[in-house]
């Protein structure tokens, strides 16, 4: 009989579960809203009501062996708990491990959530077959896994692979979430693409655009490019200049074989992954750059599920 395992992705607007094989096949899942506004304590209710189901419907002799939980923010991985977690206001301090072990009867691992896709999209997806890569998603920020050696990579304070957070215009950027300025993902997530455009509209440059500056996001920037707008160009060249640049950087430090991109602003790679691979081909030095692999994600919001089969399995 094969082994099956529950897995939750926790998001700051929804919550994905789902019933999972040892080979990470989803059996059953569960998809609803974070609610914010709704206290930590009846979300948790929430979704152990919801595991509990899942687990219900488990093949005969093969109850769920474990529980991994995924979550955006900084995590104490000695104690199971969740530090903080910047969009999901009140989740400060909670033992996670802990209310779900006890709740479910069973062991529970607790990882970051883009830890989580990370594994996934190697164990299932994209990176299959890789030892060193780097998954990253373009979405409200720029997240990122890495995998070296074919583990996960934490640094010396659990917390490694902020890559949003690198500086590229430390002096005259943009404000980023996490109140610095010129992170990447001032630039390079969906929300710093949108405010690229925002700021060209600002700026009075010539553009096919004549909704608010509002509306504009990378699906409506993606649109714009595909009629040749020039705006949208200028916004996915810049945001290809600035991954080209950091990836490169990364690259050329840790021999990494492949990059996986995902997340919502992935659609538009197609315009972002020119001048990215102009830089990459010009840049990288540890190996002939054509051995690189660029890679959309596979599994996109399913891979955090396939990462978490991968650690309830190590339970
Ligand atoms: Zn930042």
Not at 27 to 47: C, E, K, V
Not at 71 to 81: C, K, M, S
Not at 91 to 104: D, G, M, Q, R, T
Not at 190 to 216: F, H, K, N, Q, V
Request: aromatic fraction near 6%; proline fraction near 5%; hydrophobic fraction near 45%.
């Amino acid at each position: 009989m094969n082994k099956t395992y529950l897995t939750m992705d926790v998001g700051g607007t929804n919550v994905n579960a789902g019933l999972v094989d040892g080979e990470g096949r989803i059996l059953a899942r569960r998809h609803f809203p974070t609610r914010t506004g709704r206290s930590q304590h009846d979300l948790t209710i929430d979704m152990v009501a919801n595991l509990k189901e899942l687990a219900s419907e488990a093949p005969a002799g093969a109850s769920p062996l474990g529980l991994a939980v995924g979550l955006p923010g900084w995590i104490n991985y000695e104690e199971g708990v969740l530090v903080e977690a910047p969009n999901m206001p009140g989740w400060v301090n909670v033992p996670v491990v802990k209310i779900f072990s006890e709740a479910l009867n069973m062991p529970v691992r607790l990882e970051n959530d883009s830890n989580m896709y990370a594994l996934g999209e190697w164990s299932r997806g994209a990176g299959r077959g890789l030892h060193n890569l780097l998954v990253i998603t373009l979405g409200t920020g720029v997240g990122g896994g890495l995998i070296l050696n074919d583990e996960l990579w934490y640094g010396s304070f659990s917390s490694a692979v902020e890559i949003g957070h690198i500086p590229i215009e430390p002096e005259n950027g943009a404000i980023c979430g996490c109140g610095r300025r010129g992170c990447l993902e001032t630039v390079a997530s969906a929300t710093g693409m949108s405010r690229l455009g925002r700021e060209w509209l600002a700026a009075g440059r010539p553009t096919i655009y004549t909704g608010s500056p509002e509306d504009l996001n990378t699906k409506v920037l993606h649109d714009l490019a595909l009629e040749g707008d020039q705006m949208a160009l200028a916004v996915f060249r810049r945001a290809g200049e600035a991954l080209g640049m950091i990836l490169t950087g990364i690259i050329n430090l840790l021999g990494l074989e492949g990059i996986v991109i995902g997340g919502g602003a992935a659609r538009a790679m197609d315009f972002i992954e020119p001048r990215l691979w102009e830089i990459l081909s010009n840049h990288v030095v540890v190996t002939r750059p054509e051995r690189i692999k660029l890679l959309r994600c596979q599994l996109d919001e399913d891979a955090p599920l396939a990462g978490g089969a991968v650690l309830a399995g190590r339970l």
